[in-house]
């Protein structure tokens, strides 16, 4: 019996049967993103504590009886999930915490929280006997899709905006993609995108209106969870671009809590970069839609006009009673740094988005010292070099001899 | 009591005690390195299959019985080792064989093998209470120095050929090490190093006088052993610049052999890039001297004019009754290019060198198709994407509109 009970538009709340329809609300169109309603009673039954602690698999999979696949053939080899967590005591200074914890998801096959999704998108396609594969991307989803899709012989068309950082861009040719360069913004990109996925009948990852998506993203929770000992944080930390990632995670703690996982819910805080802060905006409104800026920020991965998942963000953040956070884009440059030098964790510009806002955070006075706050690094700072080098200041050019040496030294 | 027997010179054979001597043999100086020899009756009594199967350590530290340090204190919390080991079976055409194991190691901390040298380096610096420690490097040798010495406290100075690769000059930097960018070789660099570290006391990371840092790099055979069920591979390869790597492969199957943990040993296969061959040369010459010829490779991680650890590299390949291998760049540039579109992984060009090396010997007839083959990752594409850029291809630009992309897909 499939684990799926139904499909969920989060708008109106129409179900439908998952064979039904392949991605948005027939009523709301691509406002209507769709739930993944699962049989917990059925799950329950399978994935338990005790299950777990005998289950030697140390990748996302480790949590299948969750993740709505109907068999295990789409499933690849490249190790995905089960990445660290960090207990990091040596910054009270700047987070105002005796300690806080790290989940460095850059430690990914491609290098970022994506390839959870992208791990189940390319079963989920392997399964519906699909075999080539789109999506639109600000850059990190479209590699990770590319190196999970060339590992599964599947085709792709990926769609990002010409300005994504070039390591992200020679990760998709590397992997064989087509790739469209789309001379215009990350949101032009997507409507490009899906159009080209309705002519020539691709399958779409994107997480905006692909439900399955997130049944990745949520695997992270469940890991925080157990590799706390089954006690859930007081307060996650998530950076909030188009939404999916820190809906993935709400879902996760909340399923955690459905299955007798965890007895409570940690409180989910968004941080936006203040120029490209939509969710921020609408949550701060208390309304759901969403109104257009143009996006400016380093953080190239949160950089959005209209976020595609930001009803399920905003719900994030309603259920858990949480709050949003904007950082400037020099506060992440700052974080980048801070993180890099004091832990050895070398995150892209979103990727220390969210420990720059336990920063701001600590700056509000929003902490009170002795909370168990979790921060999740999505991204390498491998794939922006040229936002990096913005942080990370000068080496020293000198001629190979003693002397040139000394006098830096001695400066 | 320690698990150190002695350090014995790989040239003339002479002992000492570890406390004696910090680095290289008293007698050849810098070229007699020296070998950590271990008391393998007192590690075999603890280190037994068993304790490995009850051990949930998955990091190089689960083999901590056959690692030099006197305590845990100088561990750092960076998750590093146990990285994945894929059974390939996607490749039988370019490797003539059915399936050969791909050992990912460019999934470490900073993202190469490099970090089984580090954490051993940086723990052994703690526990000597050197808290300044500098390194020459290509580059990863020195981003992985720096990452683990961050998170260590440890303050760094790095020398590196002014053309290192942009990535990893700027993990450097992240991470907070004073950098010397030297207008030279890499053989300048190495010299100029040591030169500063006797002038200003600094502890030496640099694998090719450090005897300790072998030790962390050994632990790469113990995984591969232990994922293979304890059954030694048939042949491993291993790219070969300054023959750290391949000599430290080559210990850690050899105190597996010892330990009783495997029954047999696997030929060590090493492989150069074509115009940066100083151990082909040597081997073949059946010399252990090495004649200097100026490096010029796109693998910089292995672009050596004089290996520095040439001995133990030599001396891996005569014990283990192995064999060298030369690749072109273009060869190189192939493989990273078919190995990212048949398995999802991206390796830099040293990275994928031994594959490169697979493909070169079943083009000349040396496998027969049923051996088990490991083939070694040991860093990370992104950290190169200039080269990576040379094997990718081109995107397609488009405006944001459907029409443009029909024009691609229609060609």
Known sequence: MSKVLKLKCVKCGRE?????????CLDCGI?????????????????????LKKNTDYSLWRYLPAIPLEDTKGIQQLQVGWTPLYDIKSLPKETGLNSFFLKDDSRNPTASLKDRASAVGVAKAVELDRYVMCAASTGNAASSLSGFAASAGIKTHIFVPETAPEAKVTQLLIYGSNVFLVKGTYDEAV???????????W???SCAINPYL???????????CEQLGWEAPDIAVVAV?????????????????????????????GVQAENSNPVTRAFEKKTFEFEYRTPETIADSISVGIPRNGIKALKALQESEGYM?????????????????KTGVFGEPAGVTSFAGI????ELGLLKGDERVVSIVSGSGLKDIKSAMQAAGKANVVEPTLEDVKKIINK
Chains 1, 2 share one sequence.
Do not use: H
């Open 203 to 205: 399958y779409n990852r």
């Open 31 to 51: 406002d209507g993103i769709l739930d993944v309603v699962l049989d917990y009673d059925q799950i329950k039954k399978e994935l338990t504590q005790d299950y």
């Open 214 to 224: 997130l049944e990745g993203k949520k695997t992270i929770s469940y890991e925080i």
């Open 191 to 201: 409507e490009l995108c899906f159009k080209a996925a309705d002519e020539f009948g």
């Open 359 to 362: 920063m701001k955070m600590n």
């Open 325 to 341: 956070v904007d950082v400037s884009d020099e506060e992440i440059l700052t974080a980048m740094k801070i993180l890099a030098q």
């Open 16 to 24: 439908y049967n998952p064979a039904e329809v392949l991605y948005t």
């Open 241 to 269: 671009g188009d939404g999916c990632t820190i809906g993935g995670v709400w879902k996760g703690f909340k399923e955690c809590y459905e299955l007798g996982l965890i007895d409570k819910f940690p409180k989910i805080v």
